[in-house]
């Protein structure tokens, strides 16, 4: 069975760190490139990032470039997200999707085969 399980989300006080986990079942991650989405209340879902095989690169929305990483542990099959000075602003629901990814015209566009449940950051002021 086809499995993708969120976690380590939970509660920071601003300018604080986290590091989410994206556990892959039943197929192998690194054959697919993997992103991470959030969606705050009220709000559309926003992609943050897509590490993408076809080019071997990580893109990241303007909102978390230099604050967020992606990686993955290919012997773990688990795809990770450090999220550093965190912002209330960054508090979501955060969710790892795995599919493909690709950079066109300095847009990145996203076909995801699989989803995870998310799993809540709060951010505190």
């Known amino acids: 069975e086809v499995q993708l399980q969120a976690s380590g989300g939970g509660s920071v006080q601003a300018g604080g760190s986290l590091t989410l986990s994206c556990a892959a079942s039943?197929?192998?991650?690194?054959?697919?490139?993997v992103a991470w989405s959030r969606q705050a209340p009220g709000k559309e879902r926003e992609w943050i990032s897509c590490?993408?095989?076809?080019?071997?690169?990580?893109y990241y929305s303007d909102s978390v470039e230099g604050r967020f990483t992606a990686s993955s542990g290919i012997s773990e099959n688990t795809a990770y997200l450090q999220m550093n000075l965190l912002q209330p602003e960054d508090a979501a629901v955060y969710y790892c999707?795995?599919?493909?990814?690709?950079?066109?015209?300095?847009?990145?566009?996203?076909?995801?085969?699989?989803w995870g449940k998310g799993t809540l950051v709060t951010v505190s002021s």
């Open positions: 999707a795995v599919g493909q990814c690709a950079l066109v015209a300095n847009t990145v566009y996203y076909d995801m085969y699989y």
């Open positions: 039943g197929f192998r991650l690194a054959s697919y490139a």
């Open positions: 590490s993408s095989i076809s080019d071997a690169k990580t």
